[in-house]
């Protein structure tokens, strides 16, 4: 049942997509993106679902992407 998720995608530009799967009316529909400040590698969501951690090898970070608003709330060495 996708009517009360988001579908995210790490991109190769240094972006996330944020899809939402409902209000396309039969196609996906692009909710937002979230620039990122450099190509993400591999992400985890926390248990509680509000944020997301996206590893950033070529910077050395790990952007801390706040799921409520989709804006990333800090970079961790």
């Given at each position: 049942?996708l009517?009360s998720?988001?579908?995210?995608?790490?991109?190769?530009?240094?972006?996330?997509?944020?899809?939402?799967?409902?209000?396309?009316?039969?196609?996906?529909?692009?909710?937002?993106?979230?620039?990122?400040?450099?190509?993400?590698?591999?992400?985890?969501?926390?248990?509680?679902?509000g944020?997301?951690?996206?590893?950033?090898?070529?910077?050395?970070?790990?952007?801390?992407?706040?799921?409520?608003?989709?804006?990333?709330?800090?970079?961790?060495?």
């Amino acid at each position: 049942d996708l009517n009360s998720y988001f579908v995210v995608t790490l991109n190769r530009s240094p972006t996330l997509a944020v899809l939402d799967p409902v209000m396309g009316f039969g196609r996906t529909r692009l909710y937002t993106t979230v620039p990122l400040r450099a190509a993400g590698a591999d992400w985890a969501l926390d248990a509680a679902r509000g944020r997301l951690y996206v590893s950033m090898p070529s910077a050395g970070k790990v952007a801390v992407v706040e799921t409520g608003t989709w804006k990333v709330e800090a970079e961790v060495d």
